[in-house]
């Protein structure tokens, strides 16, 4: 499904929380929207949340709900430049995925492999 950060927001709300987790989404057509000011605490990674940027890729699961890379040649381009450009205001910065810190699948690929092939 093609949503974005208002509709991310409306679900994390209607969860009790005080808005969108993420500081970042990146739709299906590789646009970035902005959710959580940097300044601000996440909701994304328990444990990691004052420490960390969230960033969702819109995707990443297949039609059952199941855990996929699926994601679009747009959404990389455009997570490579986030990347890029947060690494140059953070250069100290630690590039890990929501998996490698919770039992989750998403954000559905190893982003370490990523990392090492991309940065």
């Not at 500081?23 to 444990?47: F, K, L, Q």
Request: glycine share 12%; charged share 25%.
């Amino acid at each position: 499904m093609d949503i974005g950060a208002p509709e991310i927001d409306q679900w994390h709300r209607q969860r009790g929380w005080r808005g969108i987790g993420y500081h970042y989404v990146i739709r299906r057509d590789g646009t970035r929207e902005s959710g959580r000011p940097e300044t601000r605490a996440g909701a994304h990674a328990h444990g990691y949340n004052t420490k960390s940027l969230g960033i969702c890729m819109v995707g990443g699961i297949d039609e059952d709900g199941n855990p996929e890379n699926n994601f679009t040649e747009d959404q990389w381009g455009a997570l490579f430049q986030l990347i890029y450009e947060l690494l140059d205001r953070y250069p100290t910065a630690k590039i890990i995925g929501h998996n490698e810190v919770s039992n989750k699948a998403c954000p559905s690929f190893d982003v370490q492999t990523w990392v090492v092939s991309h940065l």
